[in-house]
């Protein structure tokens, strides 16, 4: 819900109560992604050192940190510096859950239970953005009265973040105490599991495909179209998918396992780009419904990745690196979903948004074929020993 309640207005509060330009603004929103690149590594090696409530703890006390920091700050640097805060603590908070999750629960529901926390996220943020759009429009925010409210939405923010604290160190038994002796070299033992890497690998290219290209690339096709209001539907219909769709994908869990469904993804991304292809050629569906049936099967692959690709990792983990390999899985999803609209803003300004749509078919495609071959999981982990995901 903290989330929700500032992410979408960000921009909006940096430039009208902050008065930052636009353009710096904007620029300044990618050091959250930024800090993720030292974040993600980071929190692997000390969920394994120190377990992953800690650092769930840590992750959501310096994410609530910079979210004050941009409530009370002034000034562009302390701007800046907020921003890149609530990024590092995101990115410890991400991986030691979905580590969490995976110590608390057993193998055999794990997809549900990140198919479920998924679905909850998303709810969270929609109810956050939900009541910072009332407040928004009662108040203008560059007037007086929006310059001393709109911060208080960031602080209502880290509020959340310290009763998501309280939470933490209250929920579930503590954890297990870590092998004195694990596989050496941290790091370097998970990046030589070739298994991983082909998960790794798919991960970068679907988010890549289903989040990177997606964040940006129907903006430009409807500017194109001239149609900006396609981008409204296009986000009623993916929120709409994700909550109708949901009981659904719960269900699935049951009957698919985890490569069988991030295979699923890999079809559904591939197939909401194959049909904007003709779209962008002019020969195909009108943009605002080739949207939507883009935006449908964006979010039906969604909720199957959320479930499957932790279910996935967690299952080849050895526990002595299991906050590691929980890490990378987040480090692989940060990389594509920065790697996408670098693409997208490649091809607007080249002309070659239809070599895109094709470019994103093809990854989704390889990124199937990196998952064909089934992963031997760990006894440790799975359910049923040797059974393969």
């Known amino acids: 819900m903290g989330i929700g309640l500032t992410q979408p207005y960000s921009i909006l509060f940096l430039h009208s109560v902050r008065g930052i330009p636009v353009a710096v603004a904007t620029a300044m929103m990618a050091l959250g992604a930024v800090t993720s690149l030292v974040g993600n590594p980071l929190a692997g090696t000390l969920i394994d050192r120190w377990g992953a409530r800690v650092v769930m703890v840590a992750g959501l006390a310096v994410a609530g940190c910079g979210m004050l920091m941009l409530a009370f700050g002034r000034g562009t640097v302390v701007a800046a510096t907020g921003v890149a805060v609530i990024g590092l603590g995101w990115s410890l908070f991400i991986p030691a859950l979905a580590t969490r999750l995976a110590t608390l629960t057993p193998a055999r529901i794990h997809q549900r239970v990140y198919t479920l926390q998924y679905v909850l996220f998303n709810i969270g943020m929609a109810a956050g953005a939900a009541v910072a759009g009332v407040v928004l429009a009662r108040v203008t925010p560059d007037s007086a009265t929006g310059r001393s409210v709109l911060p208080l939405l960031w602080v209502a923010a880290a509020l959340t973040c310290m009763v998501g604290i309280v939470l933490v160190a209250v929920a579930g038994p503590a954890a297990a105490t870590r ?54 539907w296009l986000s009623v219909a993916n929120c709409v998918m994700v909550i109708a769709g949901a009981p659904v994908a719960w269900r699935l869990t049951e009957r698919i396992s985890a490569r069988v469904a991030l295979l699923g993804t890999a079809v559904l991304w591939a197939l909401a780009w194959a049909i904007c292809v003709p779209t962008a050629l002019g020969t195909g569906l009108p943009t605002r419904p080739a949207l939507i049936c883009a935006a449908v099967l964006t979010a039906a692959g969604e909720l199957l990745i959320a479930g499957a690709l932790p279910t996935l990792v967690n299952a080849i983990a050895p526990e002595s690196l299991r906050g590691r390999y929980n890490a990378l899985s987040s480090l692989s999803l940060t990389t594509g979903m920065a790697a996408g609209p670098l693409l997208t803003s490649g091809a607007a300004a080249t002309g070659a948004i239809v070599a895109l749509l094709c470019a994103a078919v093809v990854l989704a495609t390889a990124a199937g074929l990196l998952l064909c071959r089934p992963a031997r999981v760990r006894p440790a982990v799975a359910a049923v020993p040797g059974a393969a995901l």
Not at 196 to 213: E, F, P
């Open 179 to 232: 092998p004195e002796a694990g596989p050496a070299g941290g790091y370097r033992s998970a990046l030589a599991d070739r298994q991983l890497l082909r998960v790794l690998g798919a991960a970068v290219l679907l988010s890549t495909v289903g989040y990177g290209i997606y964040e940006a690339a129907p903006s430009v096709l409807a500017f194109a179209a001239h149609d900006p209001a396609a981008l409204s």
